[in-house]
């Protein structure tokens, strides 16, 4: 059974980067179907898609974030990992990571995890 | 970039009703439409993908429809479970990326 497991830091100083790992148990992260990738939810702007990664390392990311955005694969440990630069309060939200048929929906979700901006 | 807006912002119905909530994109063409369920404290979870096929576990009471730039998910009989929060999202090939609606709450009466 597919599961995906957020981990970080819940408390992040603004200016400062955020490093989100997902770890991926019950399936390969090195599948040829599938991106994996990343969402957040917050009250004032819902859903947001911020990026996503195959394993080869080819990405797509969400074009008003993509100057702070970075995402990696190590496959060895199938994991994928997030770094969103210059955090500010407006990037507090659940971010959840998520697996992508193709990049065109998000069959599987982690549970999600809150990350709040302030000093 | 594509829009996706959905109505209503909140329907309020009973158990046995049915139940049809819209998604329209715009500008343009939208592709790939999928619709989520989301119930507090959870994460959203698909349940139609291309417009109108079911995802694994999906109910049968749950159907989607459309092309183009108009998309509905419709829930022939609501069930107690089925009141929450439902996304509509697509994708878009340039520039390559995925959006979501802001949303439909769909509550008991």
């Known amino acids: 059974q597919l599961q995906l497991q957020e981990s970080g830091p819940g408390l992040v100083q603004p200016s400062e980067t955020l490093s989100l790992t997902c770890t991926v148990s019950?399936?390969?992260?090195?599948?040829?179907?599938?991106?994996w990738g990343w969402v957040r939810q917050s009250p004032g702007k819902g859903l947001e898609w911020i990026g996503c990664?195959?394993?080869?390392?080819?990405?797509y990311y969400n074009p008003s974030l993509k100057s702070r955005v970075s995402i990696s694969v190590d496959t060895s440990k199938n994991q994928f990992s997030l770094n969103l630069s210059s955090m500010t309060a407006a990037d507090t939200a659940v971010y959840y990571c998520?697996?992508?048929?193709?990049?065109?929906?998000?069959?599987?979700w982690g549970q999600g995890t809150q990350v709040t901006v302030s000093s | 970039e594509i829009v996706l807006t959905q109505s209503p912002a909140t329907l309020s119905l009973s158990p046995g009703e049915r139940a049809t909530l819209s998604c329209r994109a715009s500008?343009?063409?939208?592709?790939?439409l999928a619709w989520y369920q989301q119930k507090p404290g959870q994460a959203p979870s698909l349940l139609i993908y291309?417009?109108?096929k079911r995802a694994t576990g999906t109910p049968a009471r749950f159907s989607g429809s459309g092309s183009g730039t108009d998309f509905t998910l419709t829930i022939s009989s609501l069930e107690p479970e089925d009141f929450a929060v439902y996304y509509c999202?697509?994708?878009?090939?340039?520039?390559?990326?995925?959006?979501f609606g802001q949303g439909t709450r769909l509550e008991i009466k």
């Open positions: 998520v697996r992508q048929p193709k990049t065109n929906n998000m069959d599987s």
């Open positions: 019950g399936a390969s992260i090195s599948s040829s179907v599938y991106y």
């Open positions: 990664i195959y394993y080869s390392g080819n990405t």
């Open positions: 500008p343009g063409f939208s592709f790939f």
């Open positions: 291309d417009a109108s």
């Open positions: 999202q697509q994708r878009s090939d340039w520039p390559p990326s995925i959006t």
